[in-house]
């Protein structure tokens, strides 16, 4: 954990947060963010997106067999009410189109990051990742091993919770250790479901003692 303490957080959020009351942070802090910015949900700020002056950029791309094509635009100081108290963040618009010109993507954000040419595809990315990252974390509880579903079937009072909150744990320690230890993301990755490798070490350190995690986690 020493290696991510001293990087700032970005949050991703979708079109649901309470802008920018959920973002502004505590004790002065500014959070940093790319959030889903809808027009039903964000009038105001569409509104003054119809008058700004855009920054644009387009950027060709190869996926798979697929060549598509990005085009980024983006503003400064568009505004987020709240209450008396406007937050002035970026609105970012990521619109992606095929070889045929047909648009497979249209998307808009609003985020507190410094936007550059350099950089606004990376945040555009970022932005659409937490869909990524929200369906593959319910995929996998309720279909790779944690049977998030079954738990809440036990208990009439609290026990489901305690299940399940149980379940979220051992997910994020697993999707830790994936992300920042080596010795449990390399024998771990190539077998399914995703707990099949804790279920290997649950078998094995009942019938043998080991000195250490390195000598437990090493392929011999």
Known sequence: MKRVKALRRVYLGDDS?????????????????????????????????????????????????KKLTYRYRWFSGAPLPD????????????????????????????????????NVAEIA???????????ESFNILKNNGYHLEHNFGHGKQNLAMLF???????????????CLEDLWSKPARPRAPANASSKHIRTITAYLVFPDWQTLMTPS
């Open 125 to 135: 990315a970022c932005a659409r990742a937490r869909w990524k990252i929200e369906n």
């Open 17 to 65: 947060v309470r802008l920018p009351a959920d973002l502004r942070g505590g004790a002065g802090e500014r959070r940093r963010f790319p959030v889903t910015a809808k027009p039903d949900s964000h009038k105001t700020l569409y509104d003054f997106m119809n008058g700004a002056t855009f920054d644009e950029v387009s950027i060709a791309r190869k996926e798979g067999a």
């Open 164 to 178: 399940a909150a149980m379940n979220m744990l051992a997910f994020a320690i697993h999707t830790a250790c994936d």
């Open 83 to 118: 209450g008396k108290d406007a937050l002035a963040v970026i609105g970012l618009a990521s619109p992606s189109s095929d070889a045929k010109g047909k648009v497979t993507y249209d998307g808009a954000f609003v985020t507190s990051l410094k936007v550059s040419r350099e």
